[in-house]
């Protein structure tokens, strides 16, 4: 792990168990709704990373890219999926921390390949 | 639009950190431009920060400037202010200028999705490679795939990249 992180490293199990139950809420959240995953292994892993780790130090899925306060009331539009994330992906075709993005944007990517 | 491979480096005329104001004539002299999108606050980016420190100082000595740039909104990132670049550059202790884009002008002529975000270009300013420092942004030790230094090597020794384009990982740019 870097040395610019700051914090302590989580158990490695309580870690593995805060990973694979984001990957399975988000699997869920994707079978019931328009959008995709970012087609990167490398950027979903990462995600997946950061939202386990807020898992476990937070205890919540709070977004990767947005500041957890402490404050429960302020955060919880922040717990992923975001509040914010269908006007995100509308105006931008992906969300935020682009965890999730849309039908168009795969598109417009696969033709630019 | 974002910049495709070969495109030539979109000029700038920013302030940075140290007090000076910097452009891309003031790098002319060097064999390769590495212009890194970044910020203060984004995780991902100070997962990076070391990384950026050392491969920057690799490479100084191979004449390899980098440049690292801030373009965030800072009325909703205050993390992203310049002040705090000031004090994130003196407190990681970075040799290369860290500038600041408040306008967003030049991130629109670069198009980054994300920080960090390399753009590495040739003596002639042409983009040789874009996307990521590596493959694993949470464990350096993890990393199967050094993307920017492999493309450094290649570029210095007269070599066509072989992986010109990575997709880079972190915080979406902040647009106003």
Same mark, same amino acid.
């Given at each position: 792990?870097?040395?610019?992180?700051?914090?302590?490293?989580?158990?490695?199990?309580?870690?593995?168990?805060?990973?694979?139950?984001?990957?399975?809420?988000?699997?869920?959240?994707?079978?019931? $709704?328009?959008?995709?995953?970012?087609?990167? !292994?490398?950027?979903?892993?990462?995600?997946? &990373?950061?939202?386990? *780790?807020?898992?476990?130090?937070?205890?919540?899925?709070?977004?990767?890219?947005? /500041?957890?306060?402490? #404050?429960?009331? #302020?955060?919880?539009?922040?717990?992923?999926?975001?509040?914010?994330?269908?006007?995100?992906?509308?105006?931008?075709?992906?969300?935020?921390?682009?965890?999730?993005?849309?039908?168009?944007?795969?598109?417009?990517? $696969?033709?630019?390949? | 639009? %974002?910049?495709?491979?070969?495109?030539?480096a979109?000029?700038?005329?920013?302030?940075?950190?140290?007090?000076?104001?910097?452009?891309? %004539?003031?790098?002319?002299?060097?064999?390769?431009l590495?212009?890194?999108? +970044?910020?203060?606050?984004?995780? &991902?980016?100070? @997962?990076? !920060?070391?990384?950026?420190?050392?491969?920057?100082?690799?490479?100084?000595?191979?004449?390899?400037?980098?440049?690292?740039?801030? $373009?965030?909104?800072? +009325?909703?990132?205050?993390?992203? +202010?310049?002040?705090?670049?000031? !004090? *994130?550059?003196?407190?990681?202790?970075?040799?290369?200028?860290?500038?600041?884009?408040?306008?967003?002008?030049?991130?629109? %002529?670069?198009?980054? +999705?994300?920080?960090? !975000?390399?753009f590495l270009f040739d003596?002639?300013r042409k983009l040789v490679?874009?996307?990521?420092?590596?493959?694993?942004?949470?464990?350096?030790? @993890?990393? /199967?795939?050094?993307?920017?230094?492999? %493309?450094?090597?290649?570029?210095? @020794?007269?070599?066509?990249?072989?992986?010109?384009?990575?997709?880079?990982?972190?915080?979406?740019?902040?647009?106003?």
């Amino acid at each position: 792990m870097s040395r610019s992180e700051d914090r302590r490293q989580p158990d490695p199990q309580v870690f593995d168990r805060a990973r694979l139950l984001v990957e399975e809420r988000i699997r869920r959240y994707l079978r019931r $709704s328009p959008y995709q995953l970012f087609p990167d !292994e490398v950027v979903v892993r990462h995600l997946v &990373t950061r939202l386990a *780790r807020n898992v476990v130090e937070h205890g919540r899925q709070y977004c990767p890219c947005r /500041k957890v306060t402490g #404050a429960r009331d #302020a955060d919880r539009p922040n717990i992923c999926p975001c509040r914010t994330h269908h006007q995100e992906i509308a105006r931008d075709d992906h969300c935020e921390c682009r965890l999730f993005v849309s039908r168009e944007f795969l598109e417009r990517r $696969s033709d630019k390949r | 639009m %974002a910049l495709s491979i070969g495109d030539r480096a979109p000029d700038f005329n920013l302030p940075g950190v140290d007090g000076r104001d910097y452009t891309l %004539a003031d790098f002319a002299d060097k064999p390769a431009l590495v212009v890194i999108w +970044s910020c203060n606050h984004c995780p &991902t980016v100070i @997962a990076y !920060e070391d990384r950026m420190v050392q491969v920057e100082r690799d490479y100084a000595d191979k004449s390899v400037q980098f440049v690292a740039i801030n $373009s965030n909104d800072v +009325s909703r990132y205050p993390d992203d +202010s310049f002040d705090n670049m000031v !004090e *994130r550059a003196r407190k990681k202790g970075f040799k290369f200028p860290y500038l600041h884009d408040e306008s967003q002008e030049v991130a629109r %002529a670069y198009s980054p +999705s994300v920080t960090p !975000e390399v753009f590495l270009f040739d003596a002639e300013r042409k983009l040789v490679y874009h996307g990521r420092i590596d493959d694993s942004p949470d464990d350096p030790s @993890a990393a /199967k795939r050094q993307d920017l230094r492999d %493309a450094l090597d290649q570029l210095l @020794a007269g070599q066509r990249i072989a992986i010109a384009d990575t997709n880079p990982v972190g915080c979406s740019v902040k647009w106003k």
